[in-house]
């Protein structure tokens, strides 16, 4: 049975995700250049939807001036990230980004591949609970899976998509379980809707980080 959202226990997620995800370790290169080049020191930085903690403990890896505060709803995802994360002053929280109450408390906000799961009510609940949790001119940066713009362009990239997913996997039951999941398990939206989305949520200024085969990287700033 799994204990989270995404296809994989949270035990093997780490080990796997990277096989699922083209270029999954490059949306926390990115973040972490985004927020290096802010210039912010002493960061008080919430990562919604944090999964193992991966993202902290990169961060960890290059600097000590960030106060973490970690939400996911899955226990045994926070587990692994507090087991990962052993020894720092981190406050862990067994939350979703739906039930996010903060207020203008936060430098920084992340939700890496967390809210694709949600259908659209919950996601613009979930995009504005991050927006009010930020600091006036804070940075949130959200990176998601995505749909195309068109049924014949989608196709496209969900076969390439496939075609990495054959490559690494090298099991077609895998493959066909990732694949069907969408629109089922997971509702993509377009980049388009993503920017448009952002800015009825609140923030100024929303732009494309990255892009690569069916995700996308977005980071918008506050007010």
């Known amino acids: 049975m799994i204990d989270n959202?995404?296809?994989y226990n949270s035990n093997v997620y780490d080990a796997n995700i990277v096989s699922t995800l083209p270029y999954y370790r490059e949306y926390h290169n990115?973040?972490?250049?985004?927020v290096r080049t802010t210039g912010l020191n002493d960061i008080c930085w919430l990562d919604t939807g944090c999964g193992t903690g991966t993202l902290a403990n990169r961060v960890f890896e290059?600097?000590?001036d960030v106060r973490f505060t970690l939400c996911d709803p899955s226990e045994k995802m926070l587990e692994r990230a507090k087991e990962k994360l052993n020894g720092k002053d981190i406050r862990f929280l067994n939350i979703q980004s739906?039930?996010?109450e903060f207020d203008s408390e936060f430098d920084i906000v992340t939700a890496v591949q967390c809210h694709h799961y949600l259908k659209p009510e919950a996601r613009r609940t979930a995009v504005q609970n991050c927006c009010r949790a930020l600091k006036d001119?804070?940075?949130f940066v959200t990176f998601e899976n995505i749909k195309m713009t068109t049924d014949e362009s989608d196709m496209i990239a969900l076969k390439r998509w496939e075609n990495f997913l054959s490559e690494h996997l090298n099991d077609p039951e895998k493959v066909a379980h990732h694949m069907n999941r969408r629109g089922i398990e997971v509702f993509p939206i377009t980049i388009e809707e993503h920017i448009k989305l952002l800015r009825e949520s609140g923030f100024r200024s929303v732009d494309v980080l990255w892009t690569s085969y069916l995700q996308a990287g977005f980071w918008?700033?506050?007010?």
Request: charged share 35%; glycine share 10%; aromatic share 0%.
């Open 220 to 223: 918008a700033i506050k007010g």
């Open 98 to 100: 739906q039930e996010l």
């Open 30 to 34: 990115q973040i972490i250049d985004l």
């Open 137 to 139: 001119n804070g940075i």
């Open 5 to 7: 959202r995404s296809a």
């Open 62 to 64: 290059e600097r000590e």
